[in-house]
């Protein structure tokens, strides 16, 4: 008896997975797609997130130490 639990609208709730007909296989397959491609493309904001503060940062003190030796 495989159950998954999830949060849908908030609310916290405990499907049996056995009793999935295959439309509900499919769409929960699909679902599962979804959240894994979700937590991907979150994953590359936060690593482009940081890619681009760290370059910016670098930019600044470059620019501002350029100003110091002139």
Do not use: C, H, P, W
């Not at 009793?19 to 493309?41: G, H, P, Q, S, V």
């Not at 130490?65 to 002139?70: G, S």
């Amino acid at each position: 008896m495989a159950k998954i639990n999830l949060t849908y609208n908030g609310e916290a709730k405990t499907l049996q997975t056995d009793d999935f007909n295959e439309k509900e296989k499919e769409i929960y397959a699909e679902a599962a797609m979804t959240e894994r491609e979700l937590n991907r493309y979150k994953y590359l904001v936060s690593v482009f997130t940081d890619r681009r503060n760290f370059l910016l940062e670098k930019l600044v003190k470059s620019v501002e130490d350029d100003k110091e030796e002139t």
